[in-house]
DNA sequence: CTGTTAGCGCGTTCAG
DNA sequence: CTGAACGCGCTAACAG
């Protein structure tokens, strides 16, 4: 491992010159410029990146945290994140809180000691008052945690109205609603407008809460068994995608038809809802766009650059399958 | 930010007794001790990693290198790994290489800059001669980079030989084959495998090479969709989980049924393949075991504890189906 | 048992 | 235009 202080003495020059051409900073004559260079190669020299570090005090990484990665949604956002972050000159480490405080708190932890210049978190096994309280590099995904934290989200009220409206177009009278986030996500606002959307119509929803923070598959399973078997005349189902198609694929399997018997809403759009068959009809979730917000807004809270509003919410889409009938939206309700 | 002087300072010591206590390290007296943790809780010190980092010249940060994260295998490979690494005091730093040689060679090259102690990688855009001539702490998922550098990969050969077993007894005379994965990776052998033992069986196999580092959704469909009208009598089917899904989604669509008119089998085995109806028949990779043996072999690599052996094959699973007809293996052919 | 000191490798003054 | 010297925060060796 060659140093900058060997390079500067094959040169035959000081170090703070061969600082200064790697760097690009201050004047150096052109033929000194050469020699330096020419023992850069030869040495094959690299920078060495930790002593950078500690001296700008600043490691040019972002802790992403999510729940699970193993997740369509979370793999697609980290991806992006990950996209988004490396055009910026920043790398992304990860974290899967899997469902554990104690990991949460530990990468959380690593802004304080200095090992990442910031965080994303789409997490929540932690109280929020853990997330306050440091330094104000923190963007929360699809959370709340106070004026001192900025959080990007999408518009799951609209999401939630959207899925309303078309049960009502398409006449539906009994609809099993799997809901299961965490307490204070704002996720949660799409299962209230549904719901609110749909009673105000006459329509009877039947809600199964799934315990928060289960991320496997057996657990989606297991809520769409337990629908089934609880609501067997229901004509309509709006979950998240992965519950959402075990239902599905349950019902087909009981010998229910998709959509003659059966209306599918899924919520989030991954891929994951394309590809079963029927497609069915999903409001999806912007991830892209999401990701991208949350990197922008880390590193503009990091650089100080533009200021960083508290909320920023993005659109959610609609895309109409076979899983219902297609209906015009013209959101009146 | 407090340091480990300011810390020395208030309770009346040297830094180096500081450092005693902080790592527990060396004799230091009771009441010392103390009053050095009594200034550490006033002043909320935390020990800065980048200065400890550069004195170690170690970060434990692996590199983990993978074509794309939004694909069900690299993802659950990834969330694995990461749980594999922080057992054991690691961190994960992630980079899809989404098929550009120059962001992998980025991250490659933080090897040398100190930034990461060593890499997984399940990237191939870049020739394996970039990945020798470095400091031996890589490790390959399922490619073959030479001598220098341990892989681990799955029992590709034997999985495609269920396949074609399967699609033997299932009485298969013409069965599609979408491949497309990079030239040096072990996951070919599957294909020339199950291709061989059908032929040798008078099977007609009808190939169709996507191109590699497509890991795009849309390319699976496109492949799907010209296998379908390419080969319109064919039986079965014979794919990575997501092709093949597609595929089955699009015969379904045109009036085919599984298993009766087409058998389905797909490579990989991850939840997707369960979440679709029928479910499908699955050659399994045992990723969390892939995931923990790379996370192992490469820390083994930079603690230098105990040998890591040039080649890991593990085995993979069959998980049969609704889209074949259940079968008896006896590995017999 | 404890304080002092010399690096770890680099970037930046600040005189020359 | 350039070299020497200092400091980033911490650890380990070494006297006391």
Not at 33 to 40: F, G, L, M, Y
Not at 60 to 83: K, M, N, Q, Y
Not at 224 to 237: F, M, N, R, T, V
Request: charged fraction near 25%; aromatic fraction near 8%.
């Amino acid at each position: 491992m060659a140093s900058i202080k060997d390079v500067a003495q094959k040169a035959g020059v000081g170090v703070g010159t061969v600082s200064r051409v790697i760097n690009g900073s201050g004047y150096v004559a052109a033929d000194t410029r050469k020699k330096i260079e020419q023992a850069i190669s030869d040495l094959e020299y690299t920078p060495n990146e930790l002593a950078r570090n500690l001296f700008r005090n600043r490691t040019g990484i972002i802790g992403v945290l999510i729940p699970d990665l193993d997740h369509p949604f979370f793999s697609a956002f980290t991806r992006e994140t990950e996209v988004a972050l490396y055009k910026r000159g920043y790398k992304a480490m990860i974290c899967n809180t899997v469902g554990s405080s104690n990991r949460e708190r530990d990468y959380l932890n690593m802004l304080d000691r200095n090992m990442v210049d910031g965080i994303i978190t789409g997490a929540h096994t932690l109280h929020w008052k853990e997330y306050v309280n440091r330094k104000r590099t923190i963007v929360a995904l699809d959370q709340d945690f106070g004026p001192e934290i900025p959080m990007v989200g999408s518009d799951h009220a609209y999401g939630g109205k959207l899925a309303a409206e078309i049960m009502l177009k398409n006449n539906c009278k009994r609809v099993v609603h799997i809901t299961g986030i965490a307490p204070n996500v704002a996720a949660n606002d799409r299962h209230i407008i549904f719901e609110e959307t749909l009673k105000k119509h006459g329509v009877e929803v039947l809600d199964l809460t799934m315990e928060w923070n289960l991320f496997d598959h057996q657990s989606y399973w297991d809520a769409a068994a337990e629908a089934l078997e609880k609501y067997p005349d229901a004509d309509g189902i709006f979950a998240a995608d992965q519950p959402a198609l075990c239902y599905m694929h349950l019902a087909l399997k009981a010998g229910k038809r998709v959509p003659e018997d059966l209306k599918v809403i899924t919520y989030d759009g991954m891929d994951v809802s394309r590809i079963c068959y029927p497609e069915v009809t999903a409001i999806c979730q912007n991830v892209k766009f999401l990701a991208e917000t949350c990197a922008k807004s880390v590193i503009n809270l990091i650089e100080d650059k533009e200021p960083v509003p508290h909320r920023q919410i993005l659109s959610v889409e609609l895309r109409q399958g076979q899983s219902t009938y297609p209906v015009e939206i013209n959101d009146e309700l």
